[in-house]
């Protein structure tokens, strides 16, 4: 039994990594605008399609071409906060969720009419290492450190930049932030930038270890979901850990069940954090 | 109380009976099975709107009422053999009593967290639907040809399911009428705008939202029970589909949150949309890209809806229209 668990666990936390990059996306948004992101998935997804054209189109190292796709995911951002959260930043949540929605069909609209819904992966090897009883694919452990380093850059940015220190500001209380001579939109515009990146670079290194096809964003935005609640929505650090416990959920439970049960798992335990600690394990500021 | 104090329910209900006796003057099946479809959505659309547009809660994941209705009746003709009556009842209560249970919990969520825990629920009840063998897990189930013996043969069974379906309907229309001119229903009306402060006049909002839940999730759970009798197959896929709730939400939203006649102008005209757009060669392939500039439009310029908009426009119409 430990002989099969100790393995799916460690693959449980460094997928879980990465889940929370993505998650972290969803969070950062959430935290500083309120506006919960259901263009997420279709973000996910253009970063699978990002890294995946590079990679067969150029040859491009999909690790490489990760940081290509996280400037990409910036722009893509902006643009759609411009477009389409600006006018409702205001307005009663339904809209902001309306609005993202909304732009998240319009790009898998796009997406299943030039891509296809055909299965794609980045075939992409690092060999294995192997390690007493547990191995691992070097790819899993290049996009496990790839997401470990995006997520120290974050926190260097949010922590030690002037733009990061306004994000956190607005966050705190736009208002205030106003006041003390914060240009709000623009912080609101790079914040959303910052998600959408996240969220691209996550979907980029979940490409290289399983096949996507475009509507694949969808199953990861859930996953996304769930993490956030589990972690404290808002709350960046809480959504890497609430990542890497749905990653050890995801290892641990096939052990025991069958895997269709998963699912069944990971969403009972998301409404039951919802009831019991709406403001997720780690008990966040909000 | 003058006739035109209720011209809003007549006009409503006028559009609803009249697409309805459509099919029964052309006698055709394709009609029927049009107008059906539209039926199917203009009756959750106006079940959704009580808790959306009264009481200001966004359920996100509310197909799960139509899901969960569609099981139970399913369940109930194939298996046990039970009529379809009791087979729509049974749906309509098992969507209520969970609507109930849920309703005592997640209620208590305010905002975007509320929306979550429905998306939540949803993927729950479809993840679990796939794991339990009795209801057929993955693959779900299907209706043996037997099973419509009872109503004299399939092809009666369909027209027996439609009418119901109509009756479900313009039962629904009329509960959102009602609601709307009530007391409870201005208590709604109040947690909309500031929920702290209906608490503080006096109004039960627990209460209050608990009972908007359940009969909001009453008729969803009655019209699954006749929609998957009708297509004698269920697969958890197909019953709980999120993109079917969000295009609730886009039909609520084209035609006005908290109106009577909004949900159900904005289900014929996303339905007809649709199928234009769906028939038409040149936008066939982008038809959720044309879907989704229009409901961003909606969000971005006319948040109030058409029939919103039209309300605001004169003080004959604001009386006029429900």
């Known amino acids: 039994m430990i002989a099969r ?14 889940y929370g990059l993505a998650a972290m996306g969803l969070t950062l948004i959430f935290g500083v605008m309120n506006v919960i992101n259901l263009s997420h998935g279709s973000m996910i997804a253009m970063g699978m399609f990002g890294v995946y054209a590079l990679f067969t189109g150029a040859g491009l190292n999909p690790f490489v071409g990760v940081a290509a796709v996280a400037a990409l995911g910036l722009v893509a951002g902006v643009l759609v906060y411009a ?75 949010l922590y030690r930049t002037r733009a990061g220190k306004e994000i956190r500001a607005v ?14 939109t623009r912080v609101l515009a790079l914040s959303f930038g910052l998600g959408t990146s996240l969220a691209a670079v996550a979907g980029g290194l979940i490409a290289t270890l399983f096949p996507f096809t475009v509507l694949s964003g969808g199953t990861y935005e859930l996953k996304s979901f769930v993490i956030v609640v589990l972690g404290g929505l808002g709350n960046p650090l809480g959504a890497l850990i609430g990542g890497v416990l749905l990653g050890l959920v995801e290892g641990a439970v096939p052990i025991f069940l069958e895997a269709s049960w998963v699912p069944v798992i990971e969403f009972a335990l998301f409404v039951l954090v919802l009831l019991v600690r709406p403001q997720g394990l780690l008990g966040a500021r909000r | ?46 079940s959704l709107n009580m808790l959306l547009g009264y009481a200001g809660y966004v359920s996100f994941g509310h197909i799960v009422f139509f899901g969960l209705g569609g099981y139970i009746g399913f369940y109930a003709v194939s298996v046990l053999g039970w009529h379809l009556s009791a087979a729509v009842l049974a749906g309509a209560a098992a969507s209520g009593l969970l609507a109930l249970l849920l309703g005592m919990s997640i209620l208590r969520l305010r905002g975007s967290y509320f929306a979550l825990a429905t998306i939540g629920i949803n993927e729950a009840m479809k993840a679990l639907a796939t794991n339990l063998k009795a209801f057929g897990g993955s693959t779900g189930m299907e209706m043996h040809l037997r099973a419509y013996q009872p109503y004299g043969g399939a092809a009666r069974a369909l027209w027996i399911t439609y009418w119901a379906l109509c009756g ?81 939400l886009v039909m609520i939203m084209l035609g006005g949150q908290g109106t009577l006649l909004g949900p159900i102008l904005g289900a014929v005209a996303y339905q007809k949309l649709r199928s234009a757009l769906l028939t038409s060669a040149a936008f066939r392939d982008v038809q959720l890209v044309v879907a989704g500039v229009l409901l961003l439009a909606i969000v971005l310029f006319v948040p109030a809806g058409a029939v919103g908009w039209l309300r605001s426009r004169s003080r004959t119409l604001h009386r006029a229209l429900e």
């Not at chain 2, 709307?180 to 503080?200: N, P």
């Open chain 1, 171 to 184: 966050a705190n209380d736009r208002a205030a932030a106003e006041l003390v001579g914060i240009r709000s």
């Open chain 2, 168 to 248: 479900v309907t313009v039962l629904a229309v009329v509960a959102s009428f009602l609601v709307k001119r009530s007391r409870f229903g201005l208590a709604l009306l109040t947690i909309r705008e500031d929920e702290d402060a209906a608490a503080v006049l006096g109004v039960d909002a627990t209460r209050a939202k608990t009972l908007a839940y359940v009969l909001s999730a009453v008729f969803p759970g009655a019209v699954g029970a006749l929609y998957f009798f009708k297509s004698a197959s269920i697969e958890p896929g197909g019953a709980f589909r999120l993109h079917f709730s969000i295009e609730l």
């Open chain 2, 1 to 46: 109380m003058r006739w035109w104090s209720r011209f809003g329910l007549w006009l409503s209900l006028a559009i609803v009976v009249g697409a309805a006796l459509l099919p029964a003057i052309s006698g055709s099946a394709s009609t029927r099975e049009a107008v059906f479809t539209v039926l199917v959505s203009v009756a959750l659309a106006s």
């Open chain 1, 83 to 157: 477009v389409a959260v600006h006018r409702v930043r205001n307005a009663p949540h339904l809209s902001g969720l309306l609005a993202t929605f909304a732009v998240n069909m319009i790009l898998m609209g796009l997406g299943t009419r030039f891509l296809s819904t055909n299965f794609r992966n980045v075939d992409f090897s690092l060999g294995s290492f192997a390690l007493g009883p547990v191995t691992v694919t070097g790819t899993r452990l290049a996009a496990c450190g790839c997401a470990a380093l995006v997520t120290g850059l974050l926190y260097g940015f």
């Open chain 1, 5 to 18: 668990l100790l393995p799916s666990l460690v693959d449980g936390v460094l997928i879980g990594v990465i």
